[in-house]
């Protein structure tokens, strides 16, 4: 039987829709609404009796009490990876029945999504010109520009690169040490940090992290976990850095437009001095 994946969107302060991400699974998606917006990361506990393990599901935030958001039992067997997939698999349906209660947006399987915006005249695409219809991967195929802002002024510190790079860049800005990400095993999932060391042999400090559930292919999870965190970047800057990134072509859009709206009002009143 096929998986089914889901679309998530949020609402943009005018009200129009926002696609946050597509083709995600369900345990996949109560991840995303949990860590969305703020500086939580999800954790799974597990508890083991003679008959059943408990699964307990967390948010962690610094500084705060972690929040049990909720539990579910899986009857034990002899596979401890196969009973954490039945949990994980059992969060993801509660989140389903009840998404409203785990975060401020929608969710919807992508076949309910792609009939829904095509019967409103507005048919998902993989075009990357199309915006809010960016499928999965094509923020990885864009370059970025970094900037600070300085009262009405906006510094680049740097243009032209990669999303990966640029979560190096904004993980390194205006601290010590080098950025480096870390991973590791816990139950069936896959958990991926990055973060800095001041120097080789220092800690590591853990900034941003992604929980995915495990395939048979580390370098497949390894690069979902990439674009995963690449997204949270984008969805809060703050989460690396106090900066601000856009896609290199909106960046120079902005900057085009005003341009213009300068030229134009110079322009106005240049054209009244001479009428005078």
């Not at 059943?52 to 929040?67: C, D, I, S």
């Not at 010590?176 to 042999?201: M, N």
Request: glycine fraction near 10%; charged fraction near 30%; charge should be negative.
């Amino acid at each position: 039987m096929p998986k089914i994946t889901y679309t998530m969107c949020t609402k943009k302060q005018d009200g129009t829709e926002e696609v946050l991400t597509r083709n995600v699974i369900a345990a996949r998606a109560l991840n995303i609404a949990l860590e969305y917006g703020g500086a939580g990361r999800v954790k799974i506990s597990v508890q083991t009796n003679r008959t059943q393990r408990l699964y307990e599901l967390f948010l962690h935030t610094p500084n705060v009490e972690a929040e049990r958001i909720m539990a579910v039992g899986v009857a034990r067997s002899s596979d401890p990876l196969e009973d954490g997939r039945k949990a994980v698999a059992a969060f993801g349906e509660i989140f389903l029945k009840s998404s409203g209660d785990y975060w401020c947006g929608s969710v919807e399987p992508d076949e309910d999504y792609a009939r829904r915006r095509c019967d409103e005249g507005e048919c998902p695409s993989n075009d990357a010109s199309e915006g809010d219809f960016e499928l999965e991967g094509d923020i990885m195929r864009q370059n970025y520009t970094l900037f600070l802002i300085n009262g009405e002024r906006e510094e680049v510190v740097a243009s032209g690169i990669s999303l990966v790079r640029a979560m190096n860049v904004a993980v390194e800005h205006g601290g010590p040490g080098k950025a480096d990400a870390v991973s590791r095993d816990v139950g069936p999932l896959r958990v991926f940090e990055i973060g800095r060391r001041a120097s080789d042999e220092a800690e590591f400090e853990s900034i941003a992290s992604i929980a995915l559930e495990r395939s048979g292919d580390a370098a497949l999870d390894a690069e979902r976990a990439t674009e995963a965190l690449g997204r949270k970047l984008l969805n809060d800057t703050r989460i690396l850095w106090s900066g601000c990134i856009e896609t290199d072509v909106a960046y120079a859009r902005r900057h085009a437009d005003r341009k213009q709206v300068v030229t134009s009002s110079r322009g106005t009143r240049s054209s009244g001095g001479t009428a005078g």
